[in-house]
């Protein structure tokens, strides 16, 4: 059963330099990357951020922000919206794992907010053998969290966000066998919280066509996972994400917004324990702190790493992101994504376009890697979003139709 769950962490885990070393020595870090449990909480689901080099703490509120930023809602401009996504991921190792994403908001009155979101991942059908190869089974493993938040306007260019969430990790995927025992396939269970402010305000005087928005999200701050029923616990991705957006209204069709994002895990980086095996050959373990509660292990996050500051910096991912609207009707959107080559090595262009048709919003997005054999190489991300403006454009067009 243990090999089943590498693998499963191997095809969550969203990329890695298949030629790098994790090795520590002396005070050089040659290769280290941070792992955690859940890692699918960290995956950017809908294609308007996935476009834009996965950015989303200050751009402008859609049904999607529940994700990046909830306390964007508080600004949303439609009484309510939701929205649906949907990923194929990693297919260029397997063909069967995807990640599906239902958000939402409903703004209570002028300055309060619900949000929601369902996130489903579904990581495939894996073939099980016995020591001697027989079939054994076959396990379909699968995660989902779920979601619910309330912002609130603090002040006319200032919100705050608090949401709630309960995750499911079933990395067993309701196998059975007669050789893995019922301590070593239950489920996780976990609880975590965000907690998110946003700010956006006219750069200039009264009248100005550009704004500045800025955004904090804190994410997955919770509970440790086990799905060994306690015997063993994991740290759920808590994560830091901060950034800025600054929008420029071209004319009174186009406008312009470009993006900023850096994100860190607020988790223990792994210290590497070398042991001397009896032949005198060399044993190096990683050690994640597991034992450290949650709290201490956020602010030790930012001093933890074993090759000091420089170090720590690497831990810092890169988003930056750009979106041209054109009548508020049709985007076209780019970014990049940077990640050090020794935290994980993920560095990829993305590209997408959205067109607001009568109903609905369509979203698209894909990913072009920067190195080559990268399993996120052509991931596409499909949104569709509907709002208040979307269901009243159509009940116009139907009483003007009746006359």
Not at 62 to 85: I, R, V
Request: net charge neutral; aromatic share 10%; with cysteine.
């Amino acid at each position: 059963m243990k090999a089943l769950y590498s693998l499963i962490i191997c095809l969550c885990i969203l990329s890695i330099d298949a030629n790098a070393q994790s090795l520590t020595t002396g005070q050089e870090v040659r290769y280290n990357p941070i792992s955690t449990a859940v890692p699918f909480l960290t995956i950017t689901p809908d294609s308007r951020s996935g476009a834009m080099g996965d950015v989303g703490a200050a751009t402008s509120a859609d049904a999607n922000s529940q994700h990046m930023n909830p306390s964007k809602y508080a600004f949303a401009a439609d009484k309510w919206g939701f929205g649906l996504s949907y990923a194929p991921w990693l297919r260029r190792l397997v063909s069967d794992v995807n990640l599906a994403y239902l958000s939402g908001y409903y703004k209570l009155d002028s300055i309060q907010t619900i949000g929601g979101s369902l996130r489903y991942f579904n990581m495939g059908k894996i073939g099980m053998t016995d020591q001697s190869g027989l079939n054994t089974g076959t396990a379909a493993p699968s995660e989902f969290a779920l979601d619910i938040s309330y912002s609130r306007k603090l002040s006319e260019n200032f919100s705050g966000g608090v949401a709630l969430r309960y995750i499911r990790s079933d990395l067993s995927g309701g196998f059975g066998g007669s050789t893995v025992s019922l301590e070593n396939r239950s489920a996780g269970n976990a609880v975590a919280t965000d907690v998110s402010f946003y700010y956006r305000s006219l750069l200039g005087a009264e009248g100005s066509p550009n704004t500045i928005a800025a955004g904090i999200n804190l994410s997955n701050i919770g509970s440790k996972i086990s799905y060994n029923q306690g015997s063993t616990k994991e740290f759920l991705p808590a994560n830091m994400r901060i950034g800025t957006t600054f929008t420029t209204q071209l004319n009174d069709s186009n406008s312009l917004s470009l993006s900023l994002d850096l994100n860190k895990l607020l988790v223990p980086t792994p210290v590497n324990i070398i042991t001397t095996a009896a032949d005198g050959s060399k044993i190096i373990m990683p050690n994640n702190n597991s034992s450290k509660s949650v709290i201490s292990s956020i602010f030790g996050s930012f001093g933890d790493a074993p090759g000091g500051l420089s170090e720590e910096l690497k831990e810092f991912t890169l988003s930056m992101g750009a979106e041209y609207l054109y009548r508020n009707q049709f985007a076209l959107r780019t970014g990049y994504f940077n990640e050090s080559q020794f935290k994980g090595n993920r560095k990829y262009f993305t590209v997408g376009v959205g067109v607001k048709l009568h109903m609905a919003s369509v979203d698209v997005s894909y990913v072009v890697p920067v190195e080559h054999n990268n399993p996120l190489a052509n991931t596409v991300r499909f949104s569709l979003l509907f709002n208040t403006d979307s269901f009243s454009k159509r009940k116009k067009d139907d009483d003007v139709s009746k006359l």
